[in-house]
């Protein structure tokens, strides 16, 4: 169980932390300063919850 709740945290956390990184490196290459880093955070929230999504997916067929 705890396995489980690390991998859901990690997902998360991966997906708003890359999500940033890279709107952070674009508002420099763009100067667009914090505007690409707010949508890339916010996109990189929405994909770590997807990620959890088919996870938690997955582990309800696999105990079907």
Do not use: H, W
Not at 3 to 20: K, N, P, Q, T, Y
Request: charged fraction near 15%.
């Amino acid at each position: 169980q705890m396995c489980i709740r690390d991998s859901i945290g990690a997902e998360l956390i991966s997906g708003v932390i890359v999500g940033a990184g890279i709107g952070y490196l674009l508002d420099i290459l763009f100067g667009t300063r914090p505007l690409l880093l707010i949508i890339f955070l916010f996109l990189g929230g929405v994909a770590g919850f997807l990620n959890v999504y088919r996870f938690v997916k997955s582990m309800e067929k696999e105990q079907e």
